[in-house]
Nanobody, 115 residues
Framework: QVQLAESGGGLVQPGGSLNLSCVAS????????MSWFRQAPGKEREWVAR???????LYSDSVKGRFTVSRDNAKNAVYLQMNNLKSDDTGVYYC?????????WGQGTQVTVAS
């Protein structure tokens, strides 16, 4: 079973940047496609970005051009670089395997974009 631990969130002003990390433990994730998701207050969790085991990436329209997903298989980790943040990006961010999540969800990391 994989355990996921997200970190790197915080409070940032509109236009600012954050770099989120997700470290997996329990088994290697190097053959797994990995995704980032977010959940805004009062809304359902939504998919944000995905990186395949061959490092190809895919993004939701709402973050394309602003967010970059990457992975470091040696560290069993995935990352989400978020630039030009907007208030609509506020929420709890999670990582998980596959396109929709295949392991137990971690605690997530809170991102708040506000002035």
């Amino acid at each position: 079973q994989v355990q996921l631990a997200e970190s790197g969130g915080g409070l940032v002003q509109p236009g600012g940047s954050l770099n989120l990390s997700c470290v997996a433990s329990g088994r290697s994730i190097k053959i797994s496609p990995m995704s980032w998701f977010r959940q805004a207050p009062g809304k359902e969790r939504e998919w944000v970005a995905r990186i395949s085991n061959s490092f190809s990436t895919l993004y939701s329209d709402s973050v394309k051009g602003r967010f970059t997903v990457s992975r470091d298989n040696a560290k069993n980790a995935v990352y989400l670089q978020m630039n030009n943040l907007k208030s609509d990006d506020t929420g709890v961010y999670y990582c998980n395997g596959g396109p929709g999540g295949v392991w137990p969800w971690g605690q997530g990391t809170q991102v708040t974009v506000a002035s």
